[in-house]
Protein backbone atom coordinates (compact mmCIF):
# COMPACT_ATOMS: atom_id res chain seq x y z
CA UNK A 1 0.00 0.00 0.00
CA UNK A 2 1.74 3.18 -0.71
CA UNK A 3 1.32 6.41 1.09
CA UNK A 4 -1.42 8.08 -1.26
CA UNK A 5 -3.49 5.19 -0.82
CA UNK A 6 -3.13 4.49 2.93
CA UNK A 7 -4.14 8.59 3.61
CA UNK A 8 -6.90 8.37 1.08
CA UNK A 9 -8.42 5.54 3.22
CA UNK A 10 -7.17 7.10 6.40
CA UNK A 11 -9.61 10.38 5.36
CA UNK A 12 -12.63 7.91 4.76
CA UNK A 13 -12.38 6.05 7.90
CA UNK A 14 -12.62 9.39 10.39
CA UNK A 15 -14.79 10.94 8.13
CA UNK A 16 -16.89 8.07 8.20
CA UNK A 17 -16.76 7.85 12.17
CA UNK A 18 -17.52 11.62 12.28
CA UNK A 19 -20.15 11.62 9.98
CA UNK A 20 -22.40 8.83 10.29
CA UNK A 21 -24.23 9.50 13.82
CA UNK A 22 -24.89 12.46 11.87
CA UNK A 23 -25.96 11.29 9.11
CA UNK A 24 -27.76 8.51 10.76
CA UNK A 25 -29.93 10.98 12.96
CA UNK A 26 -31.05 12.52 9.92
CA UNK A 27 -32.76 9.82 8.72
CA UNK A 28 -34.79 9.35 11.82
CA UNK A 29 -37.90 11.07 12.60
CA UNK A 30 -37.94 14.02 14.59
CA UNK A 31 -40.86 11.70 16.82
CA UNK A 32 -38.44 9.07 17.00
CA UNK A 33 -35.31 10.67 18.86
CA UNK A 34 -36.92 11.36 21.44
CA UNK A 35 -39.16 8.95 23.80
CA UNK A 36 -42.42 11.44 25.42
CA UNK A 37 -42.38 13.54 22.61
CA UNK A 38 -46.25 14.24 22.32
CA UNK A 39 -48.47 16.66 19.95
CA UNK A 40 -47.04 19.12 22.54
CA UNK A 41 -44.08 19.76 19.84
CA UNK A 42 -46.19 19.48 16.84
CA UNK A 43 -45.10 22.93 15.11
CA UNK A 44 -47.80 25.85 14.89
CA UNK A 45 -47.71 27.82 12.08
CA UNK A 46 -49.30 31.53 11.79
CA UNK A 47 -48.94 33.91 8.76
CA UNK A 48 -47.65 37.64 10.34
CA UNK A 49 -51.58 38.58 10.36
CA UNK A 50 -52.71 35.65 12.80
CA UNK A 51 -49.60 36.81 15.33
CA UNK A 52 -50.43 40.39 15.17
CA UNK A 53 -53.66 39.34 15.73
CA UNK A 54 -52.83 36.96 19.07
CA UNK A 55 -49.86 38.70 20.57
CA UNK A 56 -49.76 42.25 22.00
CA UNK A 57 -47.51 44.38 19.68
CA UNK A 58 -44.63 44.37 22.55
CA UNK A 59 -45.05 40.42 22.39
CA UNK A 60 -45.07 40.29 18.62
CA UNK A 61 -41.91 42.33 18.43
CA UNK A 62 -40.31 40.09 20.82
CA UNK A 63 -41.43 36.66 19.93
CA UNK A 64 -41.51 37.16 15.90
CA UNK A 65 -38.97 39.50 15.09
CA UNK A 66 -36.22 38.43 17.58
CA UNK A 67 -36.37 41.95 19.51
CA UNK A 68 -35.52 42.78 23.49
CA UNK A 69 -37.00 44.09 26.30
CA UNK A 70 -35.60 46.55 28.40
CA UNK A 71 -33.82 44.58 31.53
CA UNK A 72 -35.72 45.48 34.73
CA UNK A 73 -39.54 45.70 33.00
CA UNK A 74 -40.90 42.44 33.80
CA UNK A 75 -43.05 41.44 35.99
CA UNK A 76 -41.90 37.96 35.78
CA UNK A 77 -38.08 39.09 37.35
CA UNK A 78 -40.03 38.85 41.00
CA UNK A 79 -42.34 36.09 40.24
CA UNK A 80 -41.52 33.38 43.27
CA UNK A 81 -44.59 31.09 43.11
CA UNK A 82 -44.47 27.64 42.33
CA UNK A 83 -45.82 26.90 38.57
CA UNK A 84 -44.53 26.95 35.53
CA UNK A 85 -43.31 29.48 32.37
CA UNK A 86 -45.47 28.94 29.10
CA UNK A 87 -44.67 30.51 25.91
CA UNK A 88 -46.77 33.38 25.29
CA UNK A 89 -47.11 32.39 21.97
CA UNK A 90 -48.26 28.96 21.99
CA UNK A 91 -48.37 28.20 25.84
CA UNK A 92 -46.05 25.35 25.49
CA UNK A 93 -44.50 24.53 28.98
CA UNK A 94 -40.96 26.08 28.98
CA UNK A 95 -39.48 26.56 32.13
CA UNK A 96 -40.85 25.09 35.86
CA UNK A 97 -40.29 27.55 38.83
CA UNK A 98 -38.23 25.59 40.62
CA UNK A 99 -35.47 26.26 37.61
CA UNK A 100 -35.84 30.23 38.29
CA UNK A 101 -33.40 32.65 39.68
CA UNK A 102 -32.20 35.99 40.04
CA UNK A 103 -29.48 36.50 37.90
CA UNK A 104 -29.31 40.13 38.77
CA UNK A 105 -29.48 40.86 34.80
CA UNK A 106 -33.22 42.43 34.93
CA UNK A 107 -34.24 39.07 32.83
CA UNK A 108 -36.38 36.47 34.12
CA UNK A 109 -33.35 33.99 34.36
CA UNK A 110 -33.43 29.89 34.59
CA UNK A 111 -30.90 27.09 34.62
CA UNK A 112 -32.38 25.03 32.93
CA UNK A 113 -35.49 24.22 30.55
CA UNK A 114 -38.27 21.26 30.19
CA UNK A 115 -36.65 19.06 28.24
CA UNK A 116 -37.56 19.13 24.30
CA UNK A 117 -39.50 22.58 24.41
CA UNK A 118 -36.97 24.94 23.11
CA UNK A 119 -34.82 24.90 19.87
CA UNK A 120 -31.06 26.81 19.70
CA UNK A 121 -29.31 28.58 17.27
CA UNK A 122 -26.23 31.01 16.78
CA UNK A 123 -26.64 34.96 16.62
CA UNK A 124 -24.45 37.12 15.44
CA UNK A 125 -26.27 40.53 15.81
CA UNK A 126 -24.04 41.79 18.47
CA UNK A 127 -20.62 40.66 16.23
CA UNK A 128 -20.00 38.18 19.18
CA UNK A 129 -21.77 34.53 18.64
CA UNK A 130 -24.61 34.32 21.22
CA UNK A 131 -26.85 31.55 21.63
CA UNK A 132 -30.34 31.92 20.82
CA UNK A 133 -33.40 29.80 21.86
CA UNK A 134 -36.54 29.64 20.62
CA UNK A 135 -40.03 27.64 21.74
CA UNK A 136 -39.70 24.42 19.48
CA UNK A 137 -43.77 24.56 18.88
CA UNK A 138 -44.43 27.97 17.28
CA UNK A 139 -40.86 29.05 16.92
CA UNK A 140 -41.60 32.40 19.40
CA UNK A 141 -37.96 33.95 20.17
CA UNK A 142 -37.53 33.72 23.86
CA UNK A 143 -34.00 34.92 24.63
CA UNK A 144 -30.35 33.94 24.82
CA UNK A 145 -28.21 31.15 26.66
CA UNK A 146 -25.05 31.81 28.20
CA UNK A 147 -22.44 29.49 30.07
CA UNK A 148 -22.49 31.41 33.49
CA UNK A 149 -25.25 29.88 35.24
CA UNK A 150 -25.36 28.17 38.56
CA UNK A 151 -25.10 24.53 39.20
CA UNK A 152 -26.31 21.92 38.30
CA UNK A 153 -26.06 23.18 34.59
CA UNK A 154 -24.06 26.24 34.70
CA UNK A 155 -26.41 27.36 32.24
CA UNK A 156 -28.33 31.04 32.14
CA UNK A 157 -31.42 31.17 30.20
CA UNK A 158 -32.32 34.80 30.04
CA UNK A 159 -35.85 34.87 28.61
CA UNK A 160 -37.78 37.81 27.45
CA UNK A 161 -40.88 38.40 30.63
CA UNK A 162 -43.20 39.47 27.67
CA UNK A 163 -42.48 35.77 25.53
CA UNK A 164 -43.37 34.17 28.44
CA UNK A 165 -46.75 33.98 30.50
CA UNK A 166 -46.88 32.24 34.02
CA UNK A 167 -49.77 29.50 34.87
CA UNK A 168 -49.37 29.03 38.83
CA UNK A 169 -49.45 25.79 40.38
CA UNK A 170 -52.85 24.98 41.55
Request: charged residues 25%.
Amino acid sequence: MNRKTFFGLSIGAILKVSFAPTFLMALIKPEQKSAGNSNNQQKITLSDNQWQEKLTPAQYHILREEGTERPFSSELNDEKRKGTFVCAGCELPLFKSSMKYDSGTGWPSFYDTIALNIETKKDFKLIIPRTEYHCRRCGGHQGHVFNDGPAPTGKRYCNNGLALKFIPET
